[in-house]
């Protein structure tokens, strides 16, 4: 059994990645679609604590490819 998920970084003030959220299951359970749906949640609930630990997407952060 294989295993799927979505993952996104938690941000200081300082845009250091200091940690990650990410919800994971089986693949069975986890479809494409189902990930696609996930995503959005999990990276606003990371952008939502990021922003509360000081961090803004305002300053010039280089961007990854």
Do not use: F, H, N
Request: charged share 20%; aromatic share 4%; net charge positive.
């Amino acid at each position: 059994t294989s295993i799927s998920g979505v993952a996104a970084p938690v941000r200081d003030a300082r845009g250091d990645i200091v940690a990650g959220l990410s919800v994971a299951s089986t693949t069975p359970y986890m479809s494409r679609a189902r990930m696609e749906s996930l995503a959005p949640l999990v990276v606003g609930c990371a952008d939502d604590i990021s922003r509360q630990l000081g961090y803004s997407r305002k300053r010039d952060w280089p961007s990854v490819p």
